[in-house]
């Protein structure tokens, strides 16, 4: 037996304890060990009772990820085999769940005959995260201990419970308050002396009263609303009715079928793709994981507008105190109350402890001075997009800044090499593209300079977690790796309304598709004078960039999206759903008119691919230059800071689902229509698709 899993017998009660840091995972090798253990337990004659712990901090995290994708996830015995042998012991076994048990960690408690938890454990199936559903038997037992709503709500939103919530829902037996293998001995031995014996899950009968055909059919409905697109949700919820109308072995067998469907589905793979793409961010070929980084313990943020305000937040948030320049009195009184407005808002959801939003609050130091700023660690610029304005307020950080100081730029567009060249420190020089809103939006684009230190790099990495936002590597290019991007897209969508379609078709396909929203509305909502004004840069530095000026019409009438009220569509403000306006229809008309363009009826399907595919193509060049990292880096930029749907698993990894040679046979066919000359297939796809390969390959 290894150390995965030790073995000791006390006072006839035998003790399992996993071992197998720092999560207690389910690897083969304490599987193996596991198994053996439980075997022994059962013919030591001198065992009455069996307790299966882990440490107080894990009692077991599940599958081990280090081993996803390779054959020790097949080692013998697997979770299902361990399950059984669980049902098929004589003697009582007991979980003692410290920490957490988690997915197949929760399911080797299930196994088990008895449960007992620490008050503050987290018990939970979280599959459903991954596109799967619990697939050794979880679906099929919780059900038998916790009435069945709560099972289907535990598993569609893989939110797990506490040990105390547990026990009202009767997962676990009894709470332990103290030392947590005491109590579960002591539960044991109760059990000894009473005579209790195994009492085996599969055994038990379902918790649901009432028509389980009406209840069925309810909770359907309500999933399938609140999880558009997911697969998963909806199977948990059949199986969840397999356990409540079929045999348990029955329901088991449903239960795997169904697993296995989902394993070999598209959306499962495209969530598991981003699950290892999150851990992969971070990894920079030429920066070792072991590059020593700067220690960040405050930071300042100039200017207090938009983004601003949202980014001082996120240091506060962290406990990191931030001070908070801007140039009037006024501008920072308007930023912090904005800020105190967030942190209400978030108060009176009950997700924030007035303590703690006064805690906040008390770590931003509002001000207008400058040198307020010296001492930071790190000091990021958001200020006006203006390249002389950020070059005159680097020059000035570059005066006062102490040495070693981090000096970033929150700009979407401009080349943060001109902006470090003016300082006499490049290389401490850094862009921190933060998303709007800042406080909310996980991504962050951290935009490597052509003199950026790699310790620099490293740090803003670091930090980038610290501040619990997703940092992606990004070199110096217009728009990085995101708004490169969407400009193709946001070319398309407007195409697209030149050649016949409305605002609400796009928007409605691409929505269906999975978009968190349309083009048209997420224009509305970013503001369409931002759009109009890079269009207007463009006709300027690259003239022979194409867009449909209909995009000007819209603007030039003052309608700016949702901040006037006014925009693709109209807004009954406060209120922010987008409603169909016909002026918006005669502006798209009278413009087909004038520029003489002969529409047509354009499918969603179209529709669709036009505008991923304009993605695609992008990032493929994107990717040639260098510029992200890795293909997945593009898809991690588009799940989170642009609403992709993470059941296509981002824009690279939905193009290999399709194969590439058929998304380039569509570019090819798109060369040949309205506005055509737009697309050039990128050398990159051009390449993988005629090698048979993949950008994720
Ligand atoms: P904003 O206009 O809301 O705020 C800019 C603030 O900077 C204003 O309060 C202004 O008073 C202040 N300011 C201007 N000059 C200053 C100076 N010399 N010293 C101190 N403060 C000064 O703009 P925003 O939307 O917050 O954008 C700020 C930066 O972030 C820009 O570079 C923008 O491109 C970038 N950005 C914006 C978004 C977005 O969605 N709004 C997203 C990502 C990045």
Known sequence: MSDAASYSVRDGIAVITLNNPPVNSMSAATRVALGAALQKAEVDASVRAVVLIGSEKAFCGGAEIREFNTDKTRVSPVLPEINDMQDAMKKPLVAAIGGFALGGGLELALGCHYRVAMPKAQLGLPEVKLGLL????????????????????????????????????????EVVQGDLLQGALKFAQELVQNKKGPRRIRDLQARLDGDPKAFFEAARAEVRRASRGYPAPLEIVACCEAAATKSFDEGRKEERERFLKLVEGNESKAMRHMFFAERQTAKIPDVPEDTPTRPIKSAAVIGAGTMGGGIAMNFANAGIPVSMMDVTDEAVGKGLEKIKNNYAATVSKGRLKQEEMDKRLGLIKPTTRLEDAKDADIVIEAVFERMDVKQDMFRKLDAIMKPGAILATNT????????????????????????????????????RGAKTAKDVLATTMK???????????????????GNRMVEKYGQQSLFLLDEGCSPQQVDAAAYKWGMAMGPLAMGDMAGLDIGWEIR???????????????????AELGRFGQKTGKGWYKYNL???????????????????KEKNIRTRQISDEEIVERLIYALVNEAAYILEEGIALRASDIDMVYLTGYGFPPYRGGPMFYADTVGLPKVLASIEKFQKGYMGEVWKPAPLLVKLAKEGRKFNG
Do not use: W
């Open 412 to 447: 979407s567009t401009l080349d943060v090499n001109a902006i470090a060249a003016v300082t006499r420190r490049p290389q401490d020089v850094i862009g921190t593209h933060f998303f709007s809103p800042a406080n909310v939006m996980r991504l962050l684009e951290v935009v």
């Open 574 to 592: 406060p209120d922010r759903r987008p409603i169909p306006d016909p002026e918006v229809e005669k502006i798209i008309a009278d413009y087909r």
């Open 463 to 481: 930090l980038g977690k610290t501040i619990r936002k997703v940092p992606v590597v990004s070199g110096v290019c217009d728009g990085f790796i």
């Open 134 to 173: 619990p697939g050794s038997g979880g679906t099929q037992r919780l059900p038998r201990v916790v009435p069945m709503a709560e099972a289907v709500k535990m598993m569609t939103t893989g939110n797990p419970v506490s040990g105390d919530r547990a026990k009202q829902l009767g997962l676990v037996d």
């Open 536 to 554: 207007k840069r463009r006709y300027v530095e690259r003239p022979n960039f194409i867009y449909s000026k209909v995009g000007d019409k819209v």
